[in-house]
């Protein structure tokens, strides 16, 4: 296999150190399978995930306090309610006065990071993948909504400021955390793009939403960690801003909304890509053979930098995608991560 372990190779691989092989990890959203699937379909695929190498171990910091009904909505500690993984409520959306009374969680709570040192026993060799999910921008439309939240940025910066920085001191407090337990990465989220560009405005960005991000970006690297991002769509806008204060993997690189010939020309060998197999089309309804040809390709553009690839889908695999075509996704990882 490889004289790497796992967690050397995925440091390869960001710092284009050579890794042995290319580490990979296809997402798969296994409740739903279990869900919509048969049993038989389900334990082939957990099978399959199960087989193929475990290069790093993503550690996610536990809610305080959560209320749920039986099969309905749950309410996050944040104060917003779920349906089925959607945001239907929002706590602050009816008026800005709402924020002084609004209980924020502390990211210091005791309970927070109680089970981590468990998850990592046993995990010694594995790259530490700490996570700051729903960094900045989606965690203020979740508590104001997004149709609000577009119009405060111009109408309200005021308030706009104000909660922005109340999360970023919530996420900076993880950060501490995260760090203090010694994670070699900190995958932080926020989707950016559409299918067809920026949701926002990249001026906008920029001016509200950088400054923030270089600062989370900065503590992480003072702190002798990788800076992860997590941003779905076409967001060829920002990624030369993104380099620009650190960032060293993006993902989940989304190929029908950005080119990935074109990532590879303009950003390969500054920027450890992860993802890019297709999940809205080659993966649910393409043959193996294109499934196959596809990850090749990826391998191709962005691994060729002695490093710089991190196997992966574009999103998450559906439970729509046939069962042989799901075993294609990680014959074709095991095939052309190998040994390049």
Request: glycine fraction near 8%; proline fraction near 6%; charge should be negative.
């Amino acid at each position: 296999r490889s004289a790497m372990n796992s967690r050397e190779l995925v440091k390869a691989a960001i710092e284009f150190q050579g890794p042995d092989r290319i580490p990979y990890s296809p997402w798969i959203d296994m409740p739903r399978f279990r869900r919509d699937r048969s049993a038989e379909d389900a334990e082939i695929v957990e099978q399959l995930m199960t087989e193929a190498p475990q290069d790093w171990i993503e550690l996610w910091p536990a809610p305080i306090k959560e209320w749920r009904s039986v099969d309905g909505p749950r309410v996050d500690e944040w104060g917003v309610t779920w349906n089925d993984n959607y945001a239907v409520a929002h706590p602050l959306e009816d008026g800005w006065e709402l924020m002084d009374e609004h209980p924020f969680p502390d990211p210091h709570s005791s309970g927070r990071f109680a089970h981590i040192q468990a998850e990592l026993e046993g995990n010694e060799d594995k790259y530490r993948l700490g996570t700051v999910w729903c960094t900045l921008f989606e965690r203020m439309w979740m508590l104001r909504s997004m149709g609000n939240l577009l119009r405060d940025q111009y109408r309200n910066r005021d308030q706009f400021v104000r909660l922005r920085d109340r999360i970023l001191r919530f996420d900076m407090g993880v950060l501490e955390e995260w760090l203090r337990i010694g994670v070699d990465g900190v995958f932080f989220s926020d989707d950016w793009g559409t299918q067809d560009g920026l949701l926002i405005n990249p001026t906008v960005w920029r001016e509200l939403y950088k400054p923030c991000y270089e600062k989370l970006f900065g503590m992480v690297h003072e702190g002798g960690a990788h800076v992860w991002l997590h941003s779905c769509g076409d967001i060829m806008e920002i990624i030369p801003d993104l380099i620009d204060i650190g960032l060293d993997v993006l993902n989940p690189i989304q190929s029908r909304a950005m080119d990935v010939d074109e990532l590879g020309r303009r950003f390969g060998g500054e920027l450890c890509f992860f993802g890019g197999l297709d999940v809205q089309m080659t993966v649910p309804h393409g043959r193996p053979e294109d499934i196959d040809r596809e990850v090749q390709h990826l391998v191709q553009v962005f691994g060729r930098y002695n490093g710089g690839y991190i196997g992966g889908t574009s999103h998450t695999i559906l439970p729509d995608a046939p069962v042989e075509n799901i075993k294609a996704v990680f014959e074709a990882f095991e095939r052309h991560c190998g040994r390049p």
